[in-house]
């Protein structure tokens, strides 16, 4: 057993009654500092974005303002700071690529078509979810029907088969007993205690 897992299990060889809890407390640190370097890789790819475009302006502003009768003293002096324009936009755009490799962040096709028709992505959003409420409210409906069925069968069955109704009804109630202490069986641990599903 290496110190890693040592020190996993609590430092006593894994006989303790505690090591489950410290094991599971570290798989929780990962998941949240994985989840802490993710943003961190979308925030800078972000701000690397927000440089890209801000020298975007910057160039733009620069093109867009130039005389060529009032300024052709200056002419030098403005190639070289197109220059510089260009080739920070050229690194920027490059750190842009190599930060963007860094994130995994999948982006539906169909946003970027919105995008591309100068629409708003938030209507894709707006789509997916009337979308789900319809399928959701068809769902229902079966899931309705489905009830109501089975409970008007019950009910002519009851009149037309009253006992086997009765024994039908006593074999449901005793397998949801039996499944019911089933699940308490299972959440609970060796040391007596509940096992407690953690919220990802």
Same mark, same amino acid.
């Given at each position: 057993?290496?110190?890693?897992?040592?020190?996993?299990? &609590?430092?006593?060889?894994? =006989?303790?009654?505690? &090591? +489950? $809890? #410290? =094991?599971?407390?570290?798989?929780?640190? *990962?998941?949240?500092?994985?989840?802490?370097?993710?943003?961190?890789? !979308?925030?800078?790819?972000?701000?690397?974005?927000?440089?890209? $475009? &801000?020298?975007?302006?910057?160039?733009?502003?620069?093109?867009? +303002?130039?005389? *060529?009768?009032?300024?052709?003293?200056?002419?030098?002096?403005?190639?070289?700071?197109?220059?510089?324009?260009?080739?920070?936009?050229?690194?920027? !755009?490059?750190?842009?690529?190599?930060?963007?490799?860094?994130?995994? #962040?999948?982006?539906?096709?169909?946003?970027?078509?919105? #995008?591309?028709?100068?629409?708003?992505? %938030?209507?894709? +959003?707006?789509?997916? #979810?009337?979308?789900?409420?319809?399928?959701?409210?068809?769902?229902?409906?079966?899931?309705?029907?489905?009830?109501?069925?089975?409970?008007?069968?019950?009910?002519? $069955?009851?009149?037309?088969?009253? %006992?086997?109704?009765? +024994?039908?009804?006593?074999?449901?109630? *005793?397998?949801? *007993?039996?499944?019911?202490?089933?699940?308490?069986?299972?959440?609970?641990?060796?040391? &007596? %205690?509940?096992?407690?599903? =953690?919220?990802?």
């Amino acid at each position: 057993m290496d110190s890693l897992q040592s020190t996993a299990l &609590g430092g006593n060889g894994g =006989s303790g009654g505690n &090591g +489950t $809890l #410290i =094991s599971q407390t570290n798989d929780m640190t *990962a998941s949240a500092a994985g989840v802490d370097d993710s943003m961190q890789k !979308l925030n800078q790819v972000s701000n690397s974005i927000q440089k890209t $475009l &801000g020298l975007i302006h910057q160039l733009s502003l620069t093109v867009s +303002t130039f005389n *060529a009768a009032f300024q052709m003293p200056l002419l030098q002096r403005m190639y070289f700071i197109l220059i510089l324009f260009l080739n920070g936009l050229v690194v920027e !755009l490059d750190n842009m690529v190599k930060l963007a490799e860094k994130c995994n #962040i999948q982006v539906p096709m169909e946003v970027v078509n919105l #995008i591309d028709d100068g629409k708003n992505p %938030d209507e894709f +959003t707006k789509d997916v #979810i009337n979308s789900c409420i319809a399928k959701n409210q068809i769902t229902k409906g079966k899931t309705d029907a489905l009830k109501s069925l089975r409970k008007h069968l019950l009910e002519e $069955l009851e009149q037309n088969f009253p %006992d086997e109704v009765e +024994t039908f009804r006593e074999s449901r109630a *005793a397998a949801a *007993a039996e499944l019911k202490r089933l699940t308490q069986a299972q959440s609970a641990l060796p040391n &007596g %205690d509940v096992r407690v599903k =953690s919220e990802h």
